[in-house]
């Protein structure tokens, strides 16, 4: 359970004080006080103020304190003083310096991240009810995979930017197909400045996810400028952006999902003459909202072997790198998302006297082969996600003459092999398994 929250101050004109164990935030419309101990990170919109008594009082609590532009971009980012051991500092200064080393972290990072987009892709491929668009997007994640195959053969750090850089330019394709229909427009990629909605939404859950890592490579005492994917570089949080790249996926499917349900729309943004594009006042209090909400969610870490929820998943993410860094694991364990499929088993009675019975079963049985393998006349084992299962069995419903046929699913909560105990002829290929020809 999550016990402690961000303060977001977006007003312009705003003050925050510390009084009393309290933020004490002064607006135009008046004042508001929230206590300093159910606090865990203040972010400042845009040219919000803070004295420096409250920067002390947040420091003491280890509150962190991050000051963003409008449009997400970080400022600067102020904590306390620098936890940790100071022999696990010594550990993350020779791993980066290390080439090996850093190049092995390197391609750990972007094979996680590339699985990621790839899952993402997928699930918006299977949500797409047009077919022409759900092939392409499908096609677009069997590409990114590809590319995850080539990180085994990078020898430079050059070479494994070049295999990231030309499977994001293959994902924000598949980005723009997956919103080919939606309501808020989406060009292509652009930053500095966002030319469309979307990348106004992307460039502000960026930097909101960035500041997240930068905390939690603090509290574990990592020094959050020294990347291993991200070379270090003055001023730039290169360990927080490595961390960010296995995460981005999770704050571009956040984004989708605004847009496809219509939770924020055209009048959120507003244009600039020199044809940028940001969020309005109104669009980023809606839009920090759900980020907030979506944060209470929890998630698989395959790694850790149950759920966590996504606000504590920075900071898993440091522990893990840490451990590494320290020899407790010999290798960092990304994090990768895991998949929503379930085993099923599909079974159908069809009443087939006559020639219209016969014609519902061979369209059932074709509709149970494009989701799954058949194991006996009419049982077919199937690994599908939520969504696909619903499809499945609404095409069957379809057909079923519901007075004289019969379709049972059932779920299985872990593999369907470990439930089957098989007698006689075995089976040519077991099911969540790689085909070998």
Known sequence: MRYLNTVYVREHRARVAHRRGALLVSLPTGKNRVPLEAVDALVLLGGAQITTQAVDACVRRGVRIAALTMRGAIRFVVGGPTSGNVHLRLSHYRA?????????????????????????????????????RSDRLEKRAAQIR??????????????????????????????????????????????????????????????????????????????????????????????????????????????????????????????????????????????????????????????????????ALPLVQATLLARHLRGDLPAYPAYVMTSRAMDVLVTYDIADTDGKGASRLRRVARVCEKYGERVQLSVFECRLSPTRLARMIGEVQDILDADIDSLIVYRFPGSIADSRTRFGRSRAHEIGTPWVL
């Open 96 to 132: 980066v310096e290390d080439g090996g080393h850093s190049l092995s972290i390197s391609k750990i990072i972007v094979a996680a991240k590339l699985q990621n987009s790839s899952r993402v892709v997928g699930r918006w491929g299977r949500d797409e009810k047009d077919s022409s």
């Open 146 to 311: 590809e590319r995850v195959a080539r990180l085994a053969e990078a020898s430079s750090p050059d070479h494994v930017r070049g295999i990231e850089g030309d499977a994001a330019r293959i994902y924000f394709r598949a980005l723009g197909i997956a919103l080919s229909t939606s309501h808020l427009e989406f060009r292509s990629r652009s930053r500095r400045p966002p030319r469309d909605p979307i990348n106004a939404m992307l460039g502000f859950c960026y930097g909101l996810l960035v500041t997240e890592l930068i905390g939690a490579a603090e509290a574990l005492g990592l020094d959050y400028q020294m990347g291993f994917f991200h070379r270090p570089r003055s001023g730039r949080p290169s360990l927080a952006l490595d961390l960010a790249e296995e995460l981005r996926a999770l704050a571009d499917r956040f984004v989708v999902g605004l847009v496809r349900r219509r939770q924020i729309g055209p009048d959120s943004f507003v244009t600039t003459p020199g044809g940028g594009v940001y969020l309005t006042d109104a669009g980023r209090k809606s839009l920090i909202e759900a980020w907030e909400r979506n944060k209470e969610r929890e998630l698989q870490h395959r790694v850790l072997g149950r759920r966590v929820e996504r606000w």
